[in-house]
């Protein structure tokens, strides 16, 4: 198995030394290549969870493997995309791809990868713009460009699209479809949309509310590209799914609410 979570399990503890569980026993396989999407109820832990997948994080309990080896911390092996680009401003958009390369490769070789990954992501014009020259769809294009071009087997994403306008987001789904049909990565993408769950995975894990567990595990098996006509019967059934997951978090919001 590519990438295995076997138990895991992650607790918070605030300055009162009061005990959050945000998840638990998270039992999951990974194949090598599929394009999976974590689906959920806020604060069920999926962003915590790919936090932990990635190394930035400790989990309480229970343990993660990826190619038979314990996932003690990052390395390169794994490559991370926030919701926000998180740019250098001061490097240009192309040294900005070359930076994480630059103990690896040579300045040619840097140059050479930036170049390749700035054409996939359609981007080779603005080789030599800065960060604030471009607006927020094409610096997310070049923040996964950069961990593409680490050339990592797994890449992490975590809403990566989520603060862009509709259209853009319809656009950058279409463009990382593409690249994981190219490049067959294995991906694991963090999302609030169903419908963009749909569009892009061969599997949906759906998390239920707080403390969150593995409630469903779905293969999407739509050809693609996905259209919306073929897309409505799971999208009913994943909305069926997640609306009593949700409506336990709006109680608890209430509950805490109406307590202070």
């Known amino acids: 198995m590519y990438l295995k979570i076997n138990n895991v399990s992650k607790t918070f503890h605030n300055e009162k030394d009061q005990a959050l569980t945000v998840f638990q026993d998270i039992d999951l396989d990974i194949n090598e290549g599929e394009f999976v999407s974590l689906l959920g109820p806020s604060g069920c832990g999926k962003s915590t969870l790919l936090s932990i997948i990635a190394g930035l994080a400790q989990p309480s309990s229970g343990s ?50 930036a170049a390749d990954y700035l054409q996939m992501v359609h981007l080779s014009n603005f080789a030599n713009h800065y960060p604030h020259e471009l607006s927020g769809g094409m610096q997310q294009r070049v923040s996964i460009a950069r961990a593409l071009a680490m050339d990592a087997k797994l890449l992490l994403m975590d809403e990566p699209f989520g603060a862009l306008d509709e259209q853009t987001r319809t656009v950058l789904q279409d463009e990382l479809e593409k690249i994981w049909l190219s490049a067959k990565k294995t991906i694991i993408f963090v999302t609030h949309s169903i419908r963009e769950s749909i569009k892009l995975a061969d599997r949906i894990i759906i998390m239920g509310a707080r403390p969150g567990t593995i409630i469903s595990d779905i293969k999407v098996d739509l050809p693609r590209p996905r259209l919306q006509k073929d897309m409505a019967d799971l999208e009913e059934e994943l909305l069926i799914i997640l609306k009593g997951e949700i409506q336990k978090v709006m109680k608890e919001e209430l509950r805490y609410g109406g307590s202070r």
């Open 64 to 113: 993660i493997f990826l190619e038979n080896a314990e996932v003690k911390g990052p390395g390169p092996d794994k490559s991370m995309v926030f919701q926000e680009a998180a740019l250098f401003p001061w490097l240009t958009v192309s040294e900005n791809i070359r930076f994480p390369l630059r103990k690896s490769l040579n300045k040619k070789d840097q140059q050479d990868v």
